[in-house]
């Protein structure tokens, strides 16, 4: 009840900025509808209307997706350590805006551009200041040409060369990116197997999946004979039970665990896929122990008992024993 009077009161919230975003909007086309009559029409509203807000809530939603990032991505952070980083942020970026005015300027005087300084400096600034120092070098090479009269063209080179960055930024973007996601990859892949590790039954339910989705309920057979992904997993799987449970655990450990499966699956395989991958399953349990032998009784063994458990009389005693007279009770 709490998370959907939550949700409610999100969707309210978002709603209400929207509208109040979109009120300006809409008396601009309302205005714009007084003076045209031709496009004070219910259809052309409406429309107008729902393009205007699936916008607005686009919009709404990619900026709370950005808070979202942003909060996740400063989890853990003081408000302190942000305002230290956000300062430090500040002064590195007047840092490279100083440098680059100072480097245009040199580049002004040095190179004798034809053009007046502040217009020079104001149309290359923005350009980062790797690019400025790689057109430099570039322009450098070729200004002492005597058929180079203009000077103007560094600005050219200067746009060239940032063509030639920004593709190269890309690239590197690119290989950062597919190394981030090696590295996930790789660490969901060392997080799974040390998760299979611990817990071999859990991996052994997986191993069992995966048979299953190999049977072919039409031919009755599971395809390729059962070779595949999912019998590595189960050799390895059992491999693991038996190595931390012994043979006899290990094997009424995977009786238990397959007996789960085949009642959750008997409905999707029915009885032969069931049948197919139990037998797939014996063919790498441990094997049963054997009875112990045990002594047979003989022919004899039980007449024996039989002689001893009937009523015997006692022998009479012997000697000087038998003349004495009985001893009275009390005695």
């Known amino acids: 009840?709490?998370?959907?009077?939550?949700?409610?009161?999100?969707?309210?919230?978002?709603?209400?900025?929207?509208?109040?975003?979109?009120?300006?909007?809409?008396?601009?086309?309302?205005?714009?509808?007084e003076k045209i009559p031709a496009l004070r029409q219910?259809?052309?509203?409406?429309?107008?209307?729902?393009?205007l807000l699936t916008a607005l809530l686009k919009a709404?939603?990619?900026g709370a997706r950005a808070?979202?990032?942003?909060?996740?991505?400063?989890?853990?952070?003081?408000?302190?350590?942000?305002?230290?980083?956000?300062?430090?942020?500040?002064?590195?970026?007047?840092?490279?805006?100083?440098?680059?005015?100072?480097?245009?300027?040199?580049?002004?005087?040095?190179?004798?551009?034809?053009?007046?300084?502040?217009?020079?400096v104001r149309s290359l600034r923005r350009f980062p200041l790797a690019v400025l120092r790689r057109a430099e070098r570039a322009f450098?090479?070729?200004?002492?040409?005597?058929?180079?009269?203009?000077?103007?063209?560094?600005?050219?080179?200067?746009?060239?060369?940032?063509?030639d960055y920004r593709a190269e930024q890309a690239r590197h973007r690119a290989d950062q990116e597919q190394r981030e996601r090696l590295q996930a990859s790789e660490a969901e892949q060392a997080s799974r197997l040390q998760a299979r590790h611990e817990s071999p039954e859990s991996w052994l339910r997986e191993a069992l999946g995966a048979l299953a989705c190999q049977w072919q309920p039409a031919a009755r057979q599971l395809l390729y004979g059962g070779v595949g992904l999912g019998r590595r997993w189960l050799i390895d799987a059992l491999a693991l039970l038996i190595e931390h449970h012994g043979p006899g655990a290990a094997r009424d450990i995977a009786d238990g665990v397959f007996q789960d499966f085949s009642t959750a699956s008997i409905?999707?395989?029915?009885?032969?896929?069931?049948?197919?991958?139990?037998?797939?399953?014996?063919?790498?349990?441990?094997?049963?122990?054997?009875?112990?032998?045990q002594t047979r009784c003989t022919q004899?063994?039980?007449?024996?008992?039989?002689?001893?458990?009937?009523?015997?009389?006692?022998?009479?005693?012997?000697?000087?024993?038998?003349n004495l007279p009985a001893r009275p009770g009390g005695s």
């Open 300 to 322: 004899n063994f039980a007449a024996v008992i039989l002689a001893r458990a009937g009523s015997i009389q006692p022998p009479a005693p012997e000697g000087a024993l038998s």
């Open 67 to 120: 808070q979202r990032r942003a909060a996740q991505e400063r989890q853990g952070l003081s408000r302190e350590d942000l305002l230290e980083a956000a300062q430090e942020h500040r002064e590195s970026t007047r840092a490279e805006d100083r440098s680059r005015l100072l480097l245009l300027r040199f580049i002004h005087d040095a190179y004798d551009i034809q053009r007046p300084v502040t217009r020079f």
């Open 42 to 51: 219910t259809r052309l509203a409406i429309a107008l209307t729902t393009i």
């Open 267 to 293: 409905d999707r395989l029915g009885g032969d896929g069931v049948t197919a991958i139990r037998s797939l399953l014996e063919q790498h349990l441990p094997p049963k122990p054997q009875d112990t032998k």
């Open 140 to 163: 450098g090479t070729q200004v002492h040409r005597d058929d180079i009269r203009d000077r103007a063209p560094f600005c050219a080179i200067v746009r060239s060369v940032h063509e």
């Open 1 to 33: 009840m709490h998370s959907t009077t939550v949700s409610k009161a999100t969707i309210e919230r978002a709603f209400e900025t929207v509208k109040t975003i979109a009120v300006p909007l809409l008396d601009v086309t309302n205005r714009i509808a």
């Open 60 to 62: 709404y939603q990619a």
